[in-house]
């Protein structure tokens, strides 16, 4: 579809997809083509996702908002982690949840939000798991 288009500049991910261009027409023509193509194939396009709009203004990809200068994490993305993780602290400490499993999710976690400009919310959301001298989750008594 991209050379059929002629454009450029695009991002793709699996069934995600922008494309860049510095003519709104172009943009315009590339989405009712995309549109019609996807169409054959009993497949469409969702209309709030699929905008004409400048870079300027920042685009939401893959969970991150992103625009010229940097690469966000999408707010309520945060909140889900903030909740997630601290839920599957208190299974660890509980002796629920397995060290190794808390830590593949909080590993996976950091995996995913690395990818954006995202190390001070890291720093913030890792700093509620840091043990302490006389701390020993799982275990009372101690």
């Excluded at 870079?55 to 690469?71: A, M, N």
């Excluded at 909140?79 to 190794?100: D, I, K, M, N, T």
Aim: charged residues 25%.
């Amino acid at each position: 579809m991209k050379r059929e288009l002629g454009c450029k500049a695009y991002l793709r991910y699996v069934d995600d997809f922008a494309l860049f261009s510095n003519s709104k027409a172009d943009l315009w023509a590339w989405k009712r083509a995309l549109c019609a193509r996807l169409a054959a194939l009993r497949l469409c396009i969702h209309d709030e996702s699929a905008q004409v709009m400048p870079t300027s203004v920042g685009s939401p990809w893959l969970g991150f908002v992103i625009d010229r200068e940097r690469r966000l994490l999408k707010a309520r993305k945060a909140r889900f982690a903030s909740r997630h993780l601290g839920v599957s602290y208190e299974a660890y400490c509980q002796g629920r949840l397995s060290f190794a499993e808390f830590d593949a999710r909080v590993r996976g976690w950091l995996a995913h939000a690395a990818h954006g400009d995202t190390w001070g919310l890291r720093e913030h959301l890792l700093e509620a798991f840091v043990l302490r001298p006389g701390d020993f989750p799982g275990k009372s008594g101690r």
